[in-house]
């Protein structure tokens, strides 16, 4: 997405904001950026030290590609200038920005400046395209920054709304691509190609093929890059090295989508709604290992006729109307004209060798002396990248001549133990474990233990991993995995993230299936995930909420992974208590349907189960159906769970089990209301026993409901006040949000609709903020009512629409809802302004979310002169 196009991400891939600064001179001043671009539900992007084997000048220019929005924070210092540049990083970083980006510069005005600082901030002063202003403290700049990003959201949604002919976007902005790290070597043609195919309107499948380690991975990612304003639904990426299951490449994708799994219908009709009229770009990663969901692809690409697929596979698909681009090696260069620098730097392969060995040994030079030994290197690799990059990462301490003999040595001693694999194959697998070879014994088994992620990890999770390993040093070891290419490293605001290649780990995975502890390493990698659980427990219902989720949701794979090892070896118990540990989580993120499968064959195991197994089973897999079948299925299994948790004395579980037990009494043929109060009454009080206050505050807030199902408006604003209060206490922003959607729907019942639009914006801004999508199509339908309420026809046909289309794009539209918007909007539509209105909506339904976040938090006239409270 170029910045000048209006289309704004969607809240789990959000516009991104690049904030360069010195570190160290501005750190209070950074992390009030920090918090002002994430109240604004933006990604802030903050490079804080190079990644290796990278050097931080490709890192930040790999971070500001992908950015939206340049951010310029100066103090008095101008910042280091590294051995052999010419500027520092801060200057280099203002030059690096792409001339279309909006760029906003902020200086502090106490305090003497650096000569070269005076320099750059007088060059910047004369660009026509920054902002530029002074700040006195952090909190002066963070209220500076907020206003400033506003006013570019609110710029870009006027855009978005004046251009009547744009296709329907709704919530499709481009999603945030893998950032690429190196420059795309030897590839123009295969790149033409691609990008050629998917630019063709009669084409809509393309699959690039070729061995592991070919390239086919960083091939898509550019040509995406290259055709992201084609697709003005966005781009999908959906990294399938994780997944060995072809029935599960629907959830996968559904994932990468942001479509909630709630379990109120099929998945394959979540996703068909979410595409079915989306000009957009699914890129399929590594989709060899579930070649078996090729008949889901091609029924997505039936029902969606504006979608293209674009997968990467060792092999085709096979389906009709696929067009297939096969990916060899890079060009190598011909040894029989003899050495000549110039002739060899023409060769692909021997750039792409120079280029990574620059990486790690920024003073290398291919000469006459060395050229000869890089281009028979480069030969006896035949021409594969990561080959050819693994390589290359030894340049730090051999020779190209020492490097060549070790690798001759080694390639011709290994190759005949992969002898049944391509011959590609056959050389990525032997330089691989020539690489392993050259690792010290603790750095081999750490690389065979960290195969288990099935995405990213932390140091944390790798010093677990590491447990019990002889004469391990954790960070020597994970540092020389990182330097030999064996482990990629990606830095995530303040802390590192860590992952391997599918191809290495693929090599990693067969070396920990020829080890006794294979079973005993396995149960490790899913106890580290069942701690996280624990730790996460308490802190998703408090302050660090925002945090954890994104936390977990990065951590998907591996937390999917560690729930499908303890059920595969029948770990009941554990397996349970994991899922109950993480409960806001699966809620929040949208995953509760995958839960009530798991915890569904926990309870078709036919093993006996001791009751607080049975209990949390029986929870997950009645409460997350609610609205399916109350009288003989829901009522006498949420009855059971409540009984076998009080026998175990889990007040919170029984509390939890008797909310969704009087949900399940309201919706019975005939609705039991006082038996409903009774059971609701005594969550409030167990939950308050157990000191659960996020409980306590979802109880409340049931009660609310069941007051206005027997027309006690009054009482039930009194609970909502109560279950407000004691999430606000509890600095719990999910439950305050809650609280606020019912409170402004008891409101808008007693005719106050000033106060009603005021609780359904906070709510909405919560929810945003928590990229809970349900919570902003909550926020959206309230404001629409509000609209229709006085009169602004314009306006609640915008937020309709806006609201319909997060509900279908992100797999909410089936599930039961606490909103009344209909019967406003019925109102208007059955009156002379019934056209206007369906206007509006069809043009609310192009609005991206963020826009039309944006556009909800903004008064109307008719808000304007309504009282404010």
């Keep these: 997405m170029s910045p000048a196009d209006p289309a704004i991400r969607t809240p789990d891939q959000r516009l991104r904001v690049f904030v360069s600064s010195t570190l160290r001179e501005l750190a209070p001043e950074r992390r009030a950026v920090r918090a ?19 050097p931080p000048r490709e890192l930040y220019r790999a971070y500001l590609a992908q950015s939206d929005i340049f951010l310029g924070l100066y103090g008095a210092r101008y910042g280091w200038v590294a051995p052999g540049d010419d500027v520092s990083g801060l200057e280099d970083e203002y030059r690096l920005a792409p001339p279309e980006l909006p760029k906003l510069v902020y200086v502090k005005e106490d305090g003497e400046r650096e000569p070269r600082l005076v320099e750059l901030l007088a060059r910047i002063k004369g660009d026509d395209r920054a902002s530029y202003a002074y700040f006195n403290d952090a909190d002066h700049l963070a209220e500076l920054v907020r206003g400033d990003l506003a006013t570019l959201l609110a710029e870009r949604f006027t855009r978005a709304t004046g251009a009547p002919g744009e296709p329907d976007a709704g919530m499709g902005g481009t999603v945030e691509l893998p950032a690429a790290l190196t420059a795309l070597v030897g590839r123009e043609r295969e790149l033409e190609t691609v990008v050629s195919l998917l630019t063709d309107d009669d084409v809509r499948l393309v699959t690039i093929t070729g061995a592991g380690g070919i390239g086919k991975s960083r091939l898509s990612i550019e040509a995406a890059g290259r055709v992201r304003d084609r697709f003005h639904g966005g781009i999908a990426f959906v990294d399938l090295a994780p997944v060995t299951d072809p029935q599960l490449v629907p959830a996968a994708i559904a994932n990468a989508l942001g479509i909630r799994d709630i379990g109120d219908g099929t998945l394959d009709e979540k996703l068909r709604m979410a595409v079915r009229d989306r000009r957009m770009l699914l890129l399929l990663d590594n989709l060899e290992q579930v070649l078996d969901a090729a008949p889901a692809i091609r029924s997505l690409l039936t029902d969606a006729p504006d979608l293209t697929v674009l997968a990467t596979s060792r092999i085709l698909l096979r389906l009709t109307g696929e067009h297939g681009v096969e990916l060899g090696p890079l060009g190598m260069p011909d040894l029989r004209r003899g050495p000549d620098v110039a002739r060899a730097l023409a060769a692909p392969s021997v750039d792409l060798f120079v280029e990574r060995t620059r990486a790690v040994k920024p003073d290398f030079e291919l000469t006459d002396e060395n050229v000869e030994d890089v281009e028979r290197i480069c ?24 490097l060549l003999e070790r690798l001759d040595e080694r390639l011709l001693e290994l190759g005949g133990g992969v002898r049944d694999l391509p011959e590609r194959q056959r050389t990525i697998r032997s330089t691989i474990e020539w690489s392993t070879q050259l690792l010290s014994a603790s750095e081999q088994d750490l ?4 195969g ?3 995405g990213g990890f932390t140091l944390e999770a790798a010093e677990w991993m590491a447990e019990g390993i002889p004469d391990a040093d954790i960070l020597d070891d994970l540092g020389a995995l990182v330097d030999g290419s064996l482990v990629r490293q990606e830095d995530r605001g303040d802390r590192a993230v860590f992952a391997m290649l599918s191809t290495v780990r693929e090599y990693a995975l067969e070396r920990l299936g020829t080890r006794p502890d294979a079973a005993a390493l396995r149960d490790s990698h899913a106890q580290y995930f069942v701690r996280l659980g624990a730790q996460s427990r308490f802190e998703l219902e408090g302050p660090g909420q925002l945090g954890w989720i994104e936390r977990l949701h990065e951590e998907g794979d591996d937390i999917r992974a560690a729930m499908r090892h303890l059920l595969d070896t029948r770990q009941w118990a554990t397996a349970a208590h ?7 989580y699966w809620w929040v993120d949208g995953h509760l349907g995958e839960v009530l499968g798991w915890m569904r064959e926990v309870l078709d195991s036919g093993d006996e189960l001791d009751d607080l197994t049975r209990a949390t089973a029986l929870y997950f897999d009645r409460a997350n159906a609610f609205w399916q079948d109350p009288d003989d299925w829901l009522v006498p299994g949420l009855s059971e769970s409540a009984a076998l948790f009080r026998r175990e004395g889990e007040r919170s579980g029984e509390a939890l089990a008797l909310i969704s037990l009087a949900l399940a009494l309201l919706g019975a043929r005939e609705p039991d209301t006082a038996r409903a109060d009774d059971a609701l009454e005594g969550s409030v009080a167990l939950f308050r026993e157990a000191g659960d206050t996020w ?5 409340l807030v049931t009660l609310g409901r069941v007051a206005l199902l027997t027309h006690d408006v009054q009482a039930a604003l009194a609970r909502f006040d109560e279950s407000l209060a004691v999430a606000r206490r509890q600095r719990d922003d999910l439950g305050e949000a809650i609280a606020l959607h019912h409170r402004g729907w008891a409101e808008v019942l007693l005719g106050d609709l000033a106060v009603a639009r005021d609780c359904f914006e906070q709510s909405l801004a919560l929810s945003a903020k928590l990229h809970h999508d349900e919570g902003v199509a909550y926020g959206l339908e309230g404001l629409t009512a509000v609209a229709a309420g006085v ?4 306006r609640a046909g915008m937020l309709l629409g806006a609201a319909q289309v997060v509900r279908e794009r992100t797999g909410t539209y089936n599930a039961p809802s606490f909103s009344f918007h209909q019967q406003f909007v019925d109102g208007i539509l059955a009156g002379p302004d019934g056209d206007a209105l369906e206007a509006a909506r069809v043009r609310g339904r192009r609005l991206h979310v963020d826009d039309a976040v944006a556009y909800a938090m903004q008064r109307s006239t008719a808000d304007a002169t309504a009282p404010v409270t």
Aim: net charge negative; no cysteine; glycine share 8%.
């Design 578 to 584: 994991f899922a109950w540990t993480l409960y806001v």
């Design 379 to 402: 030969i006896a690799l035949d021409g594969v990248p990561l080959a050819i990059e693994l390589a290359a990462a030894r340049g730090r301490v051999l020779t190209p001549a020492q």
């Design 695 to 699: 409980g306590e505050a979802m109880a």
């Design 791 to 794: 009169g602004d026809v314009e």
């Design 447 to 450: 690389l065979t233990r960290l």
């Design 36 to 54: 002002a671009i994430e109240q604004l539900h933006l990604a802030p992007v903050m490079f804080e030290l190079g990644a290796r084997p990278h």
């Design 452 to 454: 288990l992620f099935a």
